[in-house]
């Protein structure tokens, strides 16, 4: 819960001498911020031979570019095919819509089976039967009193396999086909089973709910409804077909990262009167992905502080170098999944599918635990709230959905003692902010003159936290935090750094708060 949430909207502090002065610090520390990465990363640094071997020949002013991020890498490097990719098969797309629009016949599965064909060659069998599987026993038994239980057991269980057996082998089926096994396509199809595995498990349960209340089903207005009604309305039996299903687990924009789409509004969307995105909105939306990707590749010519990251070379770098190593890489993680997801949101876009956008607030512009991960992969967090945090009880249990979902999303994510690692933390770390949010409420306690200030103070608590927990999970590991941790902390000049560090989290945090009730003021509640 964000610690001001309230409903009252409050006056400009903009220009308050409050603000002046937090004008101030942030004119001073912004290009702080800005230059220590950059000066640890010149050539004239003493830690630059231990890194420059990763560095490759960029395209920007004559600099080196930093592509240790292997993610990274391989998504710029397949920039050009994956372009291609969408053009045609949007062309395709719209052709096989207008068919089904003279015919009522539904051939966008067949494109889909081509998509899967390309990426994994032979191996596309498995997802499609694994999925099919899931489908047989959602036709079978949704509706029943336990099928909930049962659809989650049923893809635990086999992601689980899947994960851990990376795959499945053809001479499971037949030692004859085992040659088959060498053929494994462009990706492996195992890697991505995990965001296939979420939409079997929302077009199970569309479809238990559907069965279990078809009051709820209604005539879908000539105007289309809006985002919560596509999410909530259930559609017909016959609108939960094989073909949809096999359209909507494999719909090749985003098949292979997302953002995540549940079973019901994807089907409203393509299926029934939907008005589609606007071609300035789409224009729109292509320049903000291409601001993205520039802002990513500015930042990589110019701060090195994944080679540094992977390379451990930090020795002999001040408690302030050593944070903003850290920092930077959360910005770059945050940036480097950005850029896939807003991609791929772009395409389904022009192919005329809405879809949840991921990472609305810059990582820089969270202060909320809870916030953080409903802006960081929001498409996620909905589908969860839909398919979990509800139908286990919501708030009126949220001391124990909250550990469960946590841990089931480090699963999700991966196989790693790291992650659940992550997991764990970001369990503990929820924990004051919900405290806080119970004792102190905004609605009872916004209008004391301490309270903000409180809040800020929390928030500072929360962003050290946060930048904690994803360095365990997604930048350096648990071995290298601790080392990292103890450089910055274990130290007089770490104190001092913290010293400066805090109060300007402090500055930023405020600012941040007001940001929100700017948004306020103009009829926007992002809740996060």
């Not at 949220?398 to 480090?410: E, L, N, Q």
């Amino acid at each position: 819960m964000n610690l001001l949430e309230s409903s009252q909207t409050q006056k400009s502090r903009w220009r308050s001498h409050e603000f002046k002065l937090y004008y101030v610090v942030f004119i001073v520390m912004i290009p702080i911020i800005f230059y220590i990465p950059f000066q640890i990363s010149m050539q004239q640094h003493i830690n630059y031979a231990r890194y420059s071997s990763r560095l490759t020949d960029g395209w920007l002013f004559g600099r080196k570019i930093d592509l240790t991020d292997q993610q990274y890498k391989s998504f710029r490097n397949n920039l050009s095919h994956l372009a291609f990719i969408s053009a045609t098969h949007v062309v395709i797309s719209r052709v096989l819509k207008k068919i089904h629009k003279l015919t009522q016949m539904n051939c966008n599965w067949i494109l889909c089976i081509a998509v899967l064909l390309g990426l994994h060659s032979y191996q596309f069998v498995f997802p499609i039967a694994v999925s099919l599987l899931s489908y047989i026993l959602s036709k079978c038994l949704a509706g029943y009193k336990h099928f909930y239980a049962l659809i989650w057991m049923f893809n635990i269980i086999t992601l689980v396999a899947i994960e851990y057996y990376n795959g499945i082998s053809f001479s499971l089926i037949h030692p004859a086909l085992a040659h088959l096994n060498n053929s494994r396509g462009l990706v492996r199809w195992y890697v991505f089973y995990k965001m296939t595995m979420l939409r079997n498990i929302s077009f199970a349960l569309d479809l238990h709910w559907m069965r279990r209340d078809r009051k709820a089903y209604k005539a879908i207005p000539i105007n289309g409804l809006s985002y919560s009604e596509r999410k909530n309305v259930p559609l017909s039996e016959q609108d939960y077909s094989v073909t949809n299903f096999i359209y909507y687990s494999f719909y090749p924009p985003l098949y292979l990262a997302g953002p995540i789409i549940t079973y019901n509004d994807f089907a409203h969307q393509t299926y029934l009167h939907f008005k589609p995105p606007t071609l300035e909105y789409i224009a729109k939306y292509a320049l903000r992905c291409l601001s993205s990707f520039l802002t990513l590749e500015f930042t990589l010519h110019y701060i090195y502080v994944v080679a540094i990251k992977n390379t451990g070379a930090w020795r002999n770098d001040t408690p302030a170098q050593i944070a903003l190593i850290g920092f930077w890489n959360l910005i770059v993680v945050w940036l480097k999944l950005l850029i896939p997801w807003r991609f791929f949101r772009l395409w389904s876009l022009i192919d005329g599918v809405d879809c949840p956008e991921n990472m609305i607030r810059c990582v820089a512009n969270n202060y909320s635990t809870t916030g953080f991960w409903r802006s960081w992969h929001r498409s996620f967090n909905l589908w969860i709230i839909r398919y979990i945090y509800i139908p286990l009880g919501g708030t009126r249990y949220v001391w124990v959905i909250t550990p469960v979902i946590f841990v089931f999303v480090a699963l999700w994510h991966d196989l790693h003692w790291r992650l659940l690692v992550w997991g764990g933390l970001a369990s503990v770390i929820i924990v004051p902010e919900l405290l806080a949010s119970h004792f102190l409420p905004a609605q009872k306690y916004s209008h004391r003159w301490w309270y903000r200030h409180a809040c800020a103070a929390g928030g500072v608590l929360n962003i050290v936290a946060l930048m904690g927990a994803n360095l365990v999970g997604f930048v350096l590991g648990i071995r290298n935090t601790r080392n990292f941790l103890t450089d910055l902390v274990f130290s007089v000049e770490g104190w001092q750094f913290l010293a400066i560090a805090l109060p300007s989290l402090f500055v930023g945090v405020q600012v941040m708060f007001e940001l929100r009730e700017s948004e306020k003021r103009h009829g926007v509640n992002l809740r996060c």
